[in-house]
Each structure stands twice: as C-alpha cells, then as structure tokens.
C-alpha cells in the first residue's frame, strides 16, 4: 500500500480527509482548530517533542532525588476548639503540644522483677538518648504506668516536635532498639501516631501492579503489545514528571504523606485512560482509510477537544476540595489536579509524536487485526444498544433500584479516624494498643487534653467536675505549664478513641459539662488531643460538605451546558454521578465501619468521603463526556436521537469500558496498601468506577436518553443565543453556527 506524503510534505500544508480530498491541515489554514495545529506540530517535530518531554522527565527526576521528599500532614483546623487548645498549649509552652509514643511491656510474671528490669532499663536509656526523643519517662519511676496486675507497664517518649514533623526513620530507629529487648517471655510492642504512621509503606507494589493489569487489558484490547504500550508510556511520562514536581513542592508547600501514592494511582489511571480515547480515535479513523497522518490530526481535532473538557472537569472537581478550607486536602488537591493537567498535556503533545514514530508498526499492527476480525466494528455495541433501547424502563429501574440499595449504609456513615484498633492484629501497634486496652481500659489509647487558663485551685475543680461525668473513666491531677498560668489535665474515656461513644462524650462535655464549672470557677477550659480533633475533622467536613457538592456538581453541570448546549443532559449527569458516588460509600461503610469481608471495623476515614467525591465526579464527568460526546457529534449531524444513542455506545462503549476495566485495576492496588486511608480510597474507587463505567454507562445512560428523545438536546433559544458554542466535535462535522452565537477559539 502507497504511503502517504506527511503534512510537512505538502506545499500548502494539507492532508487528505482519507477519502481523496483535501482538507485544511494542522499547519494550514488559519481555521484548523487549536487541537489539530499541536497535533500537527507534535507529528512534525515528533523527535523535538518526545526529547522534550525525556529531558523535563529526567531533569525534574534527578532534581526531586537530590533534595529528597519533605512530606509532612497539616492536621490544623482554624476555628475548631482542638486547634484553639493546641494554639493555647504552644503559646504557654505546654510539653503537650509535642508528640510522644508508648513502649509497652508484658511479662506474665510482671514487670517489675530484676530479671526483666535489667533487659528494660538499658534499654529505656538506649531510647533516651536516640534522635527525635525529648523526654522519656520509665513505668519504674511512674507507677500508674503499671497495670494493676503487674504484668503490663509502658514508657512514654516524648519527642521533640509535633508528631508529623517527626522523621519516619528515627521512629522507625526506635522501634528497633525497643523491640530488640524482647525475649524469655517479655514482649515489647509500640503504640502512638508516629509508630503507626512508621510502619506504612510508601507504595511501589500497587502501582506495579496496576500497571500490569493495565497493560494485559490493552493488549487483549488492541492485539498488540506495542499499541497497548503506548498509553501506558503516556501515563508514565506524566506521573513521572508530576510526582518529582510535587517532591520539589514539598519542600514549599504543606504536602501530606499519603499524596504521593493518590496521585500515582489516579495519574496512571487517568493517563491511560485520556491516552486511550485519543488511540482509539486514532485507530477508529484508520480503519475507515485515512492515512496516519490525518487520522492523528482528526483523533487530536475531536478526542483531544473531549479529553481537553474532560480533564477541566477532573481539575474542577478537585479544586472545589479548597471550598472545605482544610489545609491538610488542600495540598492534595491540587498536586492531584496537576497530575491530571500534566497528563492531559502528554495525551494531546507526547502521543502524536509516538504516533510519528512508531505509527507504521501500530498501524499494520491495528490493519492486520481488522482484517481478521469476524464481525464488524462496533457491531456488538450497536445490538446491545439496540437492547436496552427496546426496553428503556427495565434497564432504567432495576440497575438503579440495586444502586440505591448499595448506597443505603453511607445514610449511616460515622466519619472519624480509625485508630490502631483497627490495624493488622500483626502490627506492633495494634498488639501496644490490645495490650494496653487490657492492663488499662481501651480509653488509655486516647486521652482527652483538659486545658484550664487558670490557677491550681481552679483547674483542681475542673477536674473533680470532670472525674464524676458519665463516661469518664479517670482524669489525672493539673500539671503546670512553664509559665504557671495554664494547667493541663488528661481525661481517660471509658470507650476506645474511634467510638462513637467516645465522640458523644466529647460533645457532651462541651456543650453541657464544662460550661457550668466555666462559670462557677471564672475560667476558660477547652478540649483538645488527637481524639477531640477527630471528632472536629469529622465534624467540619460534615457541615461544608453541601457547599462542596454544590459548587462542585454546579460548575461541572455549567460546563457541560457550554459543551452540548443541553440542559437535560447536565442534570441527568450529575444525578448519575451522585448516584455513583453514593453507591461507593455505602459498599466503603459496609466493608470497613461496619467489619464485613474480614476488615477491622472503625468510622470511614474523615478525608475519604470528599477526596472520593471529587475524584469520581471528575471521573465520571469523563466517561459522560466520551460517551454524550459521539452521541452529539451523530446528533449535529443527523439530527436522529435514537440513532446517536446506538452510534454514540457502538464507538465508544468498547473504549470507555476497557477505559473503566483499567481504572479499576490500578485503584484496586489500593487494597494491597497496609494503611487503611489508602484501602478505603482504593475500594471506593474501584467500586465507583465499576459502577459508572458498566452500569450506568452501558445501562441507565442509554436508557434514560432514549426516554428523552430529541429532548435531551433541547436549550432554549434566547440561552443558546447568549451562550458561547464550545464545540468536542472536529469542525467539519459539526453543523452551522447559530447566528449571533460566539465561537470558542478552541474550535
């Protein structure tokens, strides 16, 4: 078969449109779209473009492993009451401000005998003197460390800063020592934050893994292995670049621990995903004869317009996550949109030039199956469409009734912070947290922060007031700060630290407790510890969650309104995709709150919910725009509603559910993460884009744009007058231009 001259090739700049005439090249006329002229470019200057990309890759690379990572979590929440007595503790220079950790002993034969003393006490020395340690204090020198048995005790390390400023490797360093003691019957075990945060890894299988099954997915999908490489290379290009940039940044900015990993995950999950569209685009287009050339300037004029919109929407979403005004997700935010920019621009710079260079290979790679194939493109689609179209109401009802059964236990969601009673019972932390739950009570894992800006006698009273409450299983005696002016005490609940026993004591002793011995004492007492900034997190969240989710569903709804000048289209968007996301937190409430399928149950991480939220919205809104996008383009064309339905699922149906199998693959790598933040992102993810890309996308879509009919592309004429026509589909397909409409100048 004759090749084709390139673009470069032809003195006016034009390529054919595969049926013999000439159309208006990437290069050529000034009305050749934006997406088209960077497709051109990239095919021209493939070798310019792909060293472009190597040099920023490897350059940004060895920047991030010369300054290293400088991860720390923001846990503060301005305006909350545990933030309050942390910033009071700090400004009276209170030890509590300051993170600390237990070493717990257990020796049946008791603790306090001299053949145990002499393995613990040098030991206890060894520890005191490590990095990091500020203070430590022996159960031999404070006897209510000792159970009242004699057989458990544990020391208290306090260190010398907050615990998420705290190296990783001089908790871990402490751990050693510690554990090293151990033997002839004593078991030594570690419990605190810094310990359970030490012993999560930082990833690398999961991404593997993902990876993996990604590329099994694409070769089954394309028949060969260098066309399924391409999008994983994609997708490798742009994580690569992304997560050196946010190691740099980290050193800037407040950078949580547990982004890295998000967004790898969601970046190769996202990259293979935009990459694959364009592909398969491309491929679509040489299969109905155009050359490689013009079939990479039409997938880039029409995939690249829907991958463009599709990743403003992905941003969209995950920028609303700053509307919660928490520091701590604000950082993940936007390294996670970053991730998703950065990879839209590979998909639209880095894959055209691949296209270039390899594009022979791929080409007769994809020919060479087609001739093969036994049934014609999209042919399965096309029946399948035909299907649910006949019966629109069935396939409406009855995936949407199992939805919404899967959905009912997030009505029950508890948002808190699991603590390490539910860590592997193989941990060291979870074996300190059951030891001491045992010689203690499960309140001893975590104490309630009583601060008293008062005198002795006063705090003295609050704590007497304190040891009566309901719920309240002991309170130790003031201790001064510093400068004498504030006093702490701690308070030992009778219920573990993720209770929701423990929350409503913290509710209680705020709203009905202390404000009476407020005002019988004169002084002010606040709440504060890890355990009553849980139950402010969850709190918070809850209140701005309905801000977030109106402003999130609300400026992708008016997004979609620009693209395809619908407003049935948007609405139905949004409920499907809300749809989605209630289903993902009912299963992560199931499986994780409430203890199903083997897991430790505890509240669903306080972060999850939104981080889900946002992500899948963002995804989903993907899938809506692949999807309604070839339906549009068949519409404008045709003006035939039941028709772009069968020829919008007969294009893409095969691409968005190889683009969903592959999503959940890499989320599903999650699971295989020890923390239980990263399991929960993993299942809820997962499971939200199973949902969308199988049920709902082949499903209740389709459906319910058949019970709309030609309505679905209905806008009214005095707002199509003043709204801006913001095309997906190349130009030459669409149709005219409504008079006095403006034109984007992405078209």
């Known amino acids: 078969m004759p090749t084709e001259p390139t673009p470069a090739d032809r003195p006016d700049g034009e390529v054919p449109d595969g049926t013999g005439t000439a159309v208006a090249g990437s290069t050529g006329p000034a009305g050749a779209g934006l997406f088209a002229r960077v497709a051109g470019w990239a095919y021209r200057r493939r070798w310019a473009a792909l060293l472009t990309w190597v040099v920023v890759l490897v350059g940004l690379a060895v920047a991030a492993q010369a300054v290293g990572t400088d991860y720390h979590n923001d846990h503060s929440l301005p305006g909350t009451e545990s933030q309050a007595t942390t910033d009071t503790l700090r400004e009276h220079g209170s030890r509590q401000t300051a993170g600390s950790f237990q070493i717990v002993l257990h020796q049946p034969r008791g603790i306090d005998t001299a053949e145990v003393r002499q393995r613990v006490e040098p030991m206890l020395g060894q520890v005191r003197g490590m990095a990091s340690v500020a203070e430590l204090t022996s159960p031999y020198d404070d006897r209510g460390a000792v159970s009242a048995d004699g057989t458990i005790g544990y020391a208290t390390v306090t260190l010398d800063r907050p615990s998420e400023e705290v190296p990783a490797d001089d908790v871990r360093a402490v751990i050693e020592a510690a554990r090293a003691a151990a033997g002839d019957g004593l078991r030594v075990e570690l419990a605190g934050d810094p310990v359970r945060a030490a012993e999560e890894s930082e990833g690398g299988p999961a991404e593997g893994a993902g990876l993996l099954a990604a590329l099994v997915i694409l070769v089954i999908l394309f028949g060969s292995l260098l066309a399924a490489a391409m999008p994983i290379g994609i997708a490798i290009f742009a994580v690569g670049s992304t997560l050196s940039l946010v190691v740099l940044a980290s050193h800037v900015a407040t950078v949580a621990d547990y982004t890295a990993p998000l967004m790898a995950l969601v970046g190769l999950g996202v990259g293979i995903d935009y990459a694959l569209l364009v592909f398969s685009r491309?491929?679509?287009?040489?299969?109905?004869?155009?050359?490689?050339?013009?079939?990479?300037?039409?997938?880039?004029?029409?995939?690249?317009?829907?991958?463009?919109?599709?990743?403003?929407?992905v941003v969209i979403a995950l920028l609303g996550l700053i509307v919660l005004g928490l520091g701590s997700l604000q950082g993940v935010a936007v390294a996670v949109a970053l991730t998703v920019l950065v990879t839209m621009l590979a998909s639209l710079t880095l894959l055209p030039a691949l296209l270039a260079i390899v594009g022979g290979r791929v080409e007769r790679a994809i020919r060479r199956r087609a001739e093969r194939a036994k049934r014609a493109e999209g042919a399965v689609w096309r029946r399948w469409s035909g299907f649910v179209q006949r019966r629109p109401w069935l396939a409406l009802l009855l995936p949407t009734a199992l939805l919404v059964l899967l959905a009912v236990p997030a009505l029950d969601m508890r948002l808190g912070f699991a603590d390490a009673g539910s860590d592997a019972p193989t941990s060291t932390s979870r074996q300190a947290y059951d030891l001491i739950s045992t010689g203690f009570g499960p309140g001893q894992n975590g104490p309630l922060v009583v601060a008293v800006e008062g005198g002795q006698p006063a705090a003295t009273e609050v704590g007497g007031a304190l040891a009566g409450v309901e719920g309240v299983a002991?309170?130790?005696?003031?201790?001064?700060?510093?400068?004498?002016?504030?006093?702490?005490?701690?308070?030992?609940?009778?219920?573990?630290?993720?209770?929701?026993?423990?929350?409503?004591?913290?509710?209680?002793?705020?709203?009905?407790?202390?404000?009476?011995?407020?005002?019988?004492?004169?002084?002010?007492?606040?709440?504060?510890?890890?355990?009553?900034?849980?139950?402010?997190?969850?709190?918070?969240?809850?209140?701005?969650?309905?801000?977030?989710?109106?402003?999130?569903?609300?400026?992708?709804?008016?997004?979609?309104?620009?693209?395809?000048?619908?407003?049935?289209?948007?609405?139905?968007?949004?409920?499907?995709?809300?749809?989605?996301?209630?289903?993902?937190?009912?299963?992560?409430?199931?499986?994780?709150?409430?203890?199903?399928?083997?897991?430790?149950p505890g509240p669903v991480e306080a972060f999850v919910p939104v981080l889900i939220f946002a992500?899948?919205?963002?995804?989903?809104?993907?899938?809506?725009?692949?999807?309604?996008?070839?339906?549009?383009?068949?519409?404008?064309?045709?003006?035939?509603?039941?028709?772009?339905?069968?020829?919008?699922?007969?294009?893409?149906?095969?691409?968005?559910?190889?683009?969903?199998?592959?999503?959940?693959?890499?989320?599903?790598?999650?699971?295989?993460?020890?923390?239980?933040?990263l399991q929960q992102f993993g299942l809820g993810l997962a499971v939200a884009i199973f949902v969308d890309g199988f049920v709902i996308r082949c499903l209740i879509l389709p459906a319910v744009m058949q019970l709309f009919g030609a309505r679905a592309w209905w806008l009214p004429s005095w707002l199509g007058r003043w709204l801006p026509r913001v095309a997906l589909e190349r130009p030459e397909a669409a149709t005219p231009v409504t008079a006095g409409a403006p034109r984007s100048t992405l078209v």
Not at 625 to 649: C, K, N, P, Q, T
Request: hydrophobic fraction near 50%; glycine fraction near 8%; include cysteine.
């Open 282 to 313: 491309f491929r679509s287009e040489l299969l109905h004869g155009a050359d490689r050339a013009t079939a990479t300037r039409i997938a880039l004029d029409s995939a690249g317009r829907t991958v463009f919109f599709a990743a403003c929407t």
């Open 615 to 677: 992500i899948v919205f963002g995804l989903s809104m993907d899938y809506e725009v692949f999807l309604v996008s070839r339906m549009h383009e068949h519409w404008e064309r045709h003006r035939d509603a039941e028709g772009a339905i069968r020829e919008g699922l007969a294009t893409t149906g095969r691409v968005v559910t190889a683009a969903a199998a592959i999503m959940i693959v890499v989320f599903s790598a999650f699971l295989f993460d020890p923390g239980r933040m």
């Open 474 to 600: 002991s309170v130790t005696p003031p201790f001064p700060a510093p400068d004498g002016q504030l006093h702490t005490l701690l308070l030992f609940p009778t219920s573990a630290p993720q209770d929701a026993a423990t929350m409503d004591l913290v509710d209680r002793l705020r709203t009905e407790v202390l404000p009476p011995v407020e005002r019988s004492t004169g002084v002010r007492v606040s709440i504060g510890g890890g355990t009553a900034a849980a139950v402010d997190f969850a709190d918070a969240i809850s209140d701005r969650l309905p801000l977030f989710v109106v402003v999130v569903v609300g400026l992708s709804a008016l997004l979609l309104v620009l693209v395809f000048r619908s407003l049935l289209i948007p609405v139905k968007a949004a409920v499907l995709n809300l749809l989605s996301v209630a289903a993902a937190l009912g299963v992560i409430t199931y499986v994780f709150q409430y203890g199903n399928l083997g897991v430790q």
